[in-house]
């Protein structure tokens, strides 16, 4: 007799490489729904609309931009549409576009706080204060419609309609008088008006304004978040993207300020010198293998391209004139644009090189040396059972975030991998683009033009969060038959929450043994637990609303056959939380080391393999 089978603590997550009964005793063979958090299994949060849940469609970005004050402005690009959440409604900026993905970029100078989003349909600036308004800086002399990112004070494009193999380099922002233009003296209207500099150039923007009314002497100063204060206790508002301004005080006066244009020597001018000098644009070769570049992503002053066969690494010198280009390695690749992401420990991508076996790996530097490696992440769990031809990756807290398909058009599962923790989990949520803001997260669907928060509340938009949990087939460490007599189970559970018990025998149909009921007797309605309504605030941690939950102890007496393995499956079948911190089989008993019924059959197969279960074996 085996008197017991504890698992006091959860901690391996999903494992499903390996045969199930190769696994941890505490992991996961299948999952979705449950994560593996602080040595148990807690039910996944739900999700929010952030506005209004839309038509059919998807988001194909969502982007969070931020005005000089610190406020966050959430952008997104829908099938045909780049919008802004203004007061909760999703409000139209740039229209007419058609599906695909955009570059949303997130820019500081000292001109201003800036979005710029760039594109094979497009290149346009948005200055944050003023959200709702923007510049087509595209200029077939200076620029190119094509993705990119902004880093030291440069752009770096790929993807260009006629050179996919070519990495591009903006001019470096200059931020100094030879790109900044002043004006002085500009008389202006009362009350409201618009500055001169816009009529003269569709791409400029302004900043450092100050107006002053000549009647009285009150000088209106530039906040640098759309506002202007008087000296005198009035108001005002400028718009950096068209020059128009209004003030709280009547009466004619001057103005005065700077204005740019980022196509002159800035983040979108491309352009270089038939001798190129340093600072200016660039392009750099990288045609080995032919196949295109997908995406770029930078890491420690490193530009690392990712084809679908190979990746290059650029490194800029310090004088800007002799980089480093080389292949960095040859026999891994990516499919998509999102295939890549910049993160503290290196840049993770999704290794979809070989057509049999797609894995998670990393570009990290190598401890001992001064180059960098590229190694495989969580190697226990079978990432080639999805789909990756529009995977979305991203970094959250702990996590690194796989948004693919399975069994979908679009993608509809969520792969979460702790990479302190090394452990998978897995969420039934379609991502098509990820945003996060002060520790939330926030995902385009791939399915609906909605933008929802992720991981909040205790229910998936009014219905319970799809969910469960397979255990290991378990043999105890014995190979012995068995029979059990109880399951016990220790956890935390809300009030309104229940958990269906099911059980397999020796990979038979699962049968419904058991319901853990939140409103049960054996729950300790006596002691309360603190729960954070959002996953980043945790068990009575900071952060956000809190709910009680309880702890229970209970036991399942069940009946089976004799059986050689047992497989457990749970199923969170109501509203709020619940975690399972302890699973135990008691009172289990042992038989003699024979083969299970079910296997017992179809022996002593004939020679020819047409005939079963013969008295005796042929020889």
């Not at 209004?52 to 966050?72: L, R, S």
């Not at 900026?93 to 710029?116: E, K």
């Not at 018990?501 to 300790?524: F, M, P």
Request: with cysteine.
């Amino acid at each position: 007799m085996i008197a017991q089978n504890p698992i006091q603590a959860f901690l391996s997550g999903i494992h499903n490489r390996l045969n199930d009964e190769l696994i941890p005793q505490d992991a996961a063979s299948s999952s979705y729904g449950w994560l593996t958090r602080d040595g148990k299994m807690e039910l996944m949060y739900g999700r929010e609309a952030l506005g209004a849940e839309g038509a059919a469609g998807k988001i194909f970005e969502v982007h969070t931009a931020y005005n000089v004050n610190g406020t966050a402005i959430f952008y997104r690009k829908t099938n045909t549409t780049i919008q802004y959440l203004l007061a909760g409604v999703w409000t139209d900026v740039i229209t007419g576009l058609v599906a695909g993905s955009v570059s949303f970029v997130n820019y500081f100078s000292l001109s201003g706080t800036f979005l710029y989003i760039y594109s094979p349909q497009g290149l346009w600036k948005i200055h944050t204060a003023n959200p709702g308004s923007f510049a087509d800086v595209f200029l077939s002399t200076k620029n190119f419609k094509a993705h990119a990112f902004i880093d030291q004070g440069r752009a770096i494009m790929w993807g260009v309609a006629r050179d996919k193999t070519g990495l591009y380099g903006s001019f470096i922002d200059r931020q100094d008088s030879t790109v900044y233009t002043v004006v002085a003296g500009e008389a202006t209207t009362s009350l409201s008006g618009t500055l001169a500099f816009k009529a003269a150039g569709a791409r400029r923007t302004c900043f450092a304004v100050v107006i002053t009314i000549t009647a009285g002497g009150q000088v209106f100063t530039d906040n640098y978040d759309g506002t202007l204060t008087g000296s005198s206790g009035g108001t005002g508002t400028i718009n950096y993207m068209t020059g128009a301004y209004t003030l709280s005080a009547s009466g004619v006066g001057t103005a005065g300020y700077q204005w740019e244009d980022s196509s002159a020597k800035g983040v979108t001018d491309f352009s270089k010198s038939a001798t190129r000098l340093a600072g200016e644009g660039f392009i750099i070769r990288q045609d080995a293998g032919g196949d295109e570049i997908k995406v770029v992503v930078p890491h420690e002053g490193n530009y690392f391209s990712f084809k679908q066969n190979s990746i290059y690494r650029f490194l800029r010198d310090a004088a800007d004139t002799a980089p480093l280009n080389e292949i960095f390695r040859a026999d891994v690749g990516v499919d998509t644009l999102n295939s890549a992401v910049a993160t503290s420990l290196g840049v993770v991508f999704m290794n979809t090189a070989s057509a049999t076996r797609a894995s998670l790996d990393i570009v990290e530097r190598n401890v001992t040396g001064d180059n960098f490696l590229t190694n495989v992440l969580f190697p226990h769990f079978d990432f080639t059972g999805f789909v990756y031809d529009d995977v979305v990756l991203e970094s959250w807290n702990d996590y690194l975030l796989v948004a693919c398909k399975s069994d979908s058009g679009e993608n509809n599962r969520l792969i979460m991998g702790d990479v302190k923790k090394k452990t998978i989990d897995v969420a039934q949520y379609g991502a098509r683009s990820f945003t996060k803001d002060d520790g939330r997260l926030y995902i385009g669907d791939s399915v609906s033009q909605t933008v929802y928060e992720l991981f909040t509340g205790f229910d998936d938009m009014g219905i319970p969060v799809a969910n469960e949990f397979v255990s290991m087939n378990d043999t105890f460490g014995v190979e012995k038959l068995k029979k059990s007599k109880k399951l016990r189970f220790r956890g935390l559970i809300d009030p309104n929450q229940k958990i269906k018990v099911s059980l397999s025998i020796d990979n038979s149909d699962w049968q419904h043994v058991g319901t853990i009921a939140g409103s049960a007797d054996y729950v300790d309605y006596l002691t309360s637990y603190a729960i954070g309504t959002n996953l980043i605030g945790g068990e009575t941690l900071g952060g956000g609303d809190t709910v009680p939950v309880y702890q229970f102890l209970m036991e399942i007496k069940i009946r089976t056959p004799k059986y050689r393995k047992r497989r457990i499956k749970l199923e969170a079948e109501g509203f709020g939380y619940c975690a399972i911190q302890m699973m135990t089989d008691w009172d289990i008993y042992t038989f003699p080391d024979r083969l299970p019924r079910s296997s017992r059959l179809t022996q002593n197969v004939s020679l020819d393999g047409t005939e079963t279960d013969q008295p005796t074996p042929t020889y």
